[in-house]
């Protein structure tokens, strides 16, 4: 097949899964087409499959801001026509459903059918999509692709109940590539880190406030005062500074470290013992689906898909949003016996597995043949 992608190039979860499985496509044998204003970060290699194809907007001053969806309609309309594409995948819905159903229309009308799946991978719907100045857009936008998949059960029922969606979601959930994240040996590095064997605990994230930093900070604050351990933060954002703050007025600041952002973070979950997330709300988790595929149990809420992935008692534990005493209490469950702790680590890698990349490509080359074909679409496998 071949196969245009959209998506936001940056280091944000539908970008990165986008990305990934564009890439895993291609080694499959089918044509890729990343549509998008700059290369994807993960985008880190050559491959004779895959093809980059930049939007630009015009700079004119009569625009305050640049009419980017017009543009990105106008290049899938373009890269569509050039490269014979058989179908569009486009992440996360707001504006790429909206701009690839403009594409579509476009092509129509000189006989040309494109059909375009969508995925949602969270604030498309859960934050950003609900308000009132994009609402009625993504709404018309998702009922209009020709397929819907959600990375989790969790945002599809989130989907329904604040959309009024008339087409099936597709759950097709996020996936790891276990030759990038699996454990490795980096004793050396760990023993910089904690040289006296601390334990290592782990947050990864944009330190937005949802995914409410300073609770990981006061978890830790509690865990410190029973297991000789230190806490790696890892990325950068605007509660980072609050954060920071947190440290100095606990009087832990000598068992924190700021990483600040971190392109192979595999690295780090490699040393680390725990990866705590306490979010207020997540769509999937995929931070911490990366960090049990390197063996790191998590302390997580129960927040949006996480009971999805982190099972009760087994890969780690799961407390209400907000309530850190309860996080703490279990992180030093886990981390003050080692045999636990390493039982911990095999049945967080176990479940990992479930979500192989190779698991779950399968799923979504079978929605893009389902699609062409409810869309009368000749393609080749």
Do not use: W
């Amino acid at each position: 097949m071949r196969i245009g992608i959209v998506c936001y190039p940056t280091y944000g979860g539908s970008g990165v899964v986008a990305t990934e499985l564009g890439k895993a496509l291609a080694k499959k044998g089918h044509q890729v087409h990343f549509i998008t204003y700059q290369e994807p970060v993960r985008l880190d290699s050559f491959h004779e499959n895959i093809f980059y194809h930049e939007v630009s907007a015009l700079d004119y001053p009569l625009f305050q801001y640049q009419p980017y969806e017009s543009a990105l309609a106008s290049k899938i309309v373009d890269v569509a026509k050039f490269e014979k594409l058989d179908i569009l995948h486009v992440h996360y819905a707001i504006p790429h459903a909206s701009a690839a159903m403009i594409a579509r229309s476009i092509l129509k009308e000189s006989g040309y059918n494109l059909p375009f799946v969508t995925t949602l991978h969270g604030t498309d719907i859960t934050l950003v999509g609900k308000d009132p100045s994009y609402k009625p857009v993504v709404e018309y936008s998702i009922n209009h692709s020709d397929g819907i998949t959600s990375v989790s059960a969790s945002l599809r029922d989130d989907t329904y109940a604040n959309f009024n969606i008339r087409n099936k979601i597709e759950v097709i959930p996020n996936f790891i590539d276990f030759e990038r994240f699996r454990k490795t040996d980096k004793e050396h590095f760990k023993k910089a880190i904690a040289p006296s064997g601390e334990k290592i605990l782990i947050h990864i994230s944009n330190f937005r406030k949802v995914k409410r930093v300073e609770d990981v900070v006061r978890m830790f604050s509690k865990v410190v005062k029973k297991i000789s351990s230190k806490l790696l933060l890892v990325g950068d954002g605007p509660e980072r500074m609050g954060a920071e703050m947190l440290c100095r007025n606990l009087g832990i600041c000598d068992h924190v470290r700021f990483l600040g952002k971190q392109d192979k973070v595999e690295d780090l979950l490699a040393i680390s013992d725990l990866f705590i997330l306490p979010s207020e709300t997540e769509s999937f988790g995929l931070a911490a689906l990366e960090a049990m595929a390197c063996e790191v149990p998590v302390i997580s809420s129960n927040a949006g898909g996480l009971p999805e992935i982190n099972i009760e008692g087994k890969t780690g534990y799961m407390s209400d949003v907000g309530d850190y005493e309860d996080m703490a209490k279990h992180a030093i469950y886990i981390l003050e016996d080692e045999t636990r702790l390493q039982e911990f680590k095999a049945n967080a890698f176990a479940h990992a597995r479930t979500f192989d990349i190779d698991n779950i490509l399968p799923q979504y080359e079978a929605y893009y043949e389902r699609t062409l074909r409810m869309n009368d679409v000749e393609f080749v496998i």
